[in-house]
């Protein structure tokens, strides 16, 4: 179930669906919907069932979250490049 052409090409943000890799999510996150369902197998479920144009948003948000929170939170050392 876990190596699926869709896994594999959303592999960005399939751990963002599961928790925040900074440990403590923004406000703003809309992955908190699925860090609420808990269980791992029920975020991937959740995940598979979301269609291209619904991923793109949150593959965006995730990747722009990450650069500002790399530079300006815990990681200032380690800048993502644009």
């Known amino acids: 179930m876990y190596l ?4 594999i090409k959303n592999i960005d943000i399939i751990g963002a669906f599961m928790r925040c890799p900074f440990g403590d ?3 703003e996150c809309p992955f ?11 975020q991937i ?3 598979h069932q979301l ?3 619904d991923i793109q948003p ?4 995730h990747t722009n979250c990450v650069r500002r929170r ?4 815990k ?8």
């Open 4 to 7: 699926t052409r869709k896994n």
């Open 25 to 27: 999510t923004i406000k």
């Open 32 to 42: 908190i919907e699925y860090h609420n369902l808990i269980d791992p197998v029920k």
């Open 45 to 47: 479920e959740v995940f």
């Open 51 to 53: 269609s291209e144009a």
């Open 58 to 61: 949150l593959k965006e948000f």
């Open 70 to 73: 790399c530079e300006k939170e």
């Open 75 to 82: 990681y200032p050392e380690y800048p993502v490049e644009p």
